[in-house]
């Protein structure tokens, strides 16, 4: 894999110039490296990503947050579940957005994420998020009818809603959220053997639903919509990747690659104890090893 170590997260990193281009970003990448030297290579990252989710822990500064968005079929599910499988679950939270409830549709659209966001130390996962918004809603515009929002300009609302957006997590990496966003991009054909997959096996038939389909004839209004997402809010303080996602077992690297990569570039560190701290565990100790 040529250089992977440094250059992973960067090969799939969207620029942030507003330039960012579908045609440039790849579903599957040349030169596959060999499936052992991948699963051997994602659980070194796993247990990486979990003594760092430690020091995040200890260092106490800064939450992170991780965004998930993909076509159906993309393996978020399983990529999420793969990448955090080592890390302690009292760190780390995965928080999954479906059709808002008729409470969320009673506040602006980033109240229900707001509320599910990571506190300092942790690591928050959102499967689906804020982006739907930006996303299926843009695709399917009649959505906004049960939105009860008092004027819907449909030539600004989405250029608005990015805004929104982008001001958001601004704010909240401002304030000590690193926030790093990965869409999973599949192919077409690829979705198409992974539907047949799921209507084939008894065991996943609860996978499929007859909606993703329509979904699937969208595509490439989807691909506009992610385009223009994907252009107007990747920046230095919320970046996304476009994760080549025909590959599971090379996606779940990258993704574990670039979560470390993230954590790394932070200047975590232990809380250095006073000297009346460090007074106070020697007295700790002395009383654990002196007679009860
Ligand atoms: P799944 O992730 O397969 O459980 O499906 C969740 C469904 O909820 C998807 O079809 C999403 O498009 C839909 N969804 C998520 N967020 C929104 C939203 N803000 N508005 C409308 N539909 C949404
Ligand atoms: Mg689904």
């Not at 509320?115 to 499967?127: C, D, Q, V």
């Not at 695709?139 to 009860?148: F, H, R, S």
């Not at 054909?189 to 996978?207: G, I, S, T």
Request: with cysteine.
């Amino acid at each position: 894999m040529p250089d992977f170590d440094s250059d992973a997260s960067r090969r799939h990193l969207v620029p942030f110039d507003g330039n960012f281009s579908l045609a440039d970003f790849p579903t599957s990448i040349d030169e596959l490296p060999a499936k052992k030297v991948l699963k051997n290579e994602l659980e070194d990252l796993v247990e990486e990503l979990h003594d760092l989710q430690r020091v995040l822990y200890a260092d106490g500064r800064y939450a992170v947050l991780a965004v998930f968005q993909a076509m159906d079929a993309a393996g978020k599910d399983s990529t999420i579940r793969k990448v955090f499988s080592g890390v302690n679950p009292a760190g780390f939270r995965v928080e999954a957005f479906g059709v808002p409830s008729e409470r969320e549709r009673k506040h602006d659209f980033l109240w229900r994420c707001a509320r599910a966001l990571p506190e300092r130390g942790k690591i928050g996962i959102f499967n689906r998020s804020h982006y739907e918004e930006c996303l299926v809603v843009r695709v399917k515009p009649e959505l906004l009818e049960g939105q009860n929002l008092p004027h819907v300009d449909p030539a600004t609302i989405w250029d608005e809603r990015l805004e929104s957006i982008r001001q958001w997590e601004r704010h909240l990496a401002r304030n000590g959220t690193v926030i790093v966003k990965f869409w999973l991009n599949v192919s077409m054909e690829e979705q198409k053997n992974r539907f047949l997959r799921r209507l084939d096996r008894a065991d996943k038939h609860w996978k499929f639903s007859a909606k993703d389909l329509d979904d699937r004839a969208r595509w490439p209004e989807y691909m506009h919509a992610y385009q223009e997402a994907l252009r107007r809010t990747s920046r230095d303080f919320a970046p996304w990747y476009a994760i080549p996602a025909d590959s599971k077992p090379y996606m779940r690297v990258a993704v574990a690659r670039t979560m470390v990569n993230t954590l790394r570039r932070l200047d975590l560190s232990h809380p250095e104890l006073s000297e009346d701290e460090r007074r106070a565990l020697t007295a700790s100790r002395n009383r654990l090893v002196s007679p009860d």
